[in-house]
T-cell receptor
Framework: DQQVKQNSPSLSVQEGRISILNCDYTNSMFDYFLWYKKYPAEGPTFLISISSIKDKNEDGRFTVFLNKSAKHLSLHIVPSQPGDSAVYFCAARGSGGYQKVTFGTGTKLQVIP | DTAVSQTPKYLVTQMGNDKSIKCEQNLGHDTMYWYKQDSKKFLKIMFSYNNKELIINETVPNRFSPKSPDKAHLNLHINSLELGDSAVYFC???????????FGQGTRLTVV
């Protein structure tokens, strides 16, 4: 049962444009969400996170939006750069004590120069 | 200076063998993890240790045994390797359970 879903396995965007990566989750107990970026032959790198008490978190070119009622979050990258080409993983964690992090299946972003 | 380092990067071995993957972090984190990324690219947690204590043990065969000699190290030993164990294994650490994790570069295990 995949509790965190990234339904788009790949996405191509022109350099300078906005990249929007989507993520849906099914577990209403999730209260903390993270995005990771992964280059080939490297481990995932933490990008940005958001708590369920917020609906938006911004860090430079990266903004994460959370819609709790829809159980949906999205990562916006503006403007997109060729170096952003990577696989992006959405992840979620439950509330209370120690909770494991559940990862989505990833979306491969290609930014075309 | 590498934050989370795991060795080896590549491991090719025959079925039935026993192998170990080592992991070390120099970030002073309390929590360490092992993740498995299979051929379908699912990234799933296998184990988590907090201050050398096992916190999470997902449904993983008993052939997999993690060992944490100290807070900075979490090794993974695999007995009687099977073809289905072929995957990329990632070690990671974080300040506390469920927070932003730092990942190692991964170990690509191929069982032939």
């Amino acid at each position: 049962d995949q509790q965190v879903k990234q339904n788009s396995p790949s996405l191509s965007v022109q350099e300078g444009r906005i990249s929007i990566l989507n993520c849906d989750y099914t577990n209403s107990m999730f209260d903390y969400f993270l995005w990771y970026k992964k280059y080939p032959a490297e481990g995932p790198t933490f990008l940005i996170s958001i708590s369920s008490i917020k609906d938006k978190n911004e860090d430079g070119r990266f903004t994460v939006f959370l819609n709790k009622s829809a159980k949906h979050l999205s990562l916006h990258i503006v403007p997109s750069q060729p170096g952003d080409s990577a696989v992006y993983f959405c992840a979620a964690r439950g509330s209370g004590g120690y909770q494991k992090v559940t990862f989505g299946t990833g979306t491969k972003l290609q930014v075309i120069p | 200076d590498t934050a989370v380092s795991q060795t080896p990067k590549y491991l090719v071995t025959q079925m039935g063998n026993d192998k170990s993957i080592k992991c070390e972090q120099n970030l002073g984190h309390d929590t360490m993890y092992w993740y498995k990324q299979d051929s379908k690219k699912f990234l799933k947690i296998m184990f988590s240790y907090n201050n050398k204590e096992l916190i999470i043990n997902e449904t993983v065969p008993n052939r997999f045994s993690p060992k944490s000699p100290d807070k900075a190290h979490l090794n993974l030993h695999i007995n009687s390797l099977e073809l289905g164990d072929s995957a990329v294994y990632f070690c990671a650490s974080s300040r506390w359970g469920g927070s932003e994790a730092f990942f190692g570069q991964g170990t690509r295990l191929t069982v032939v």
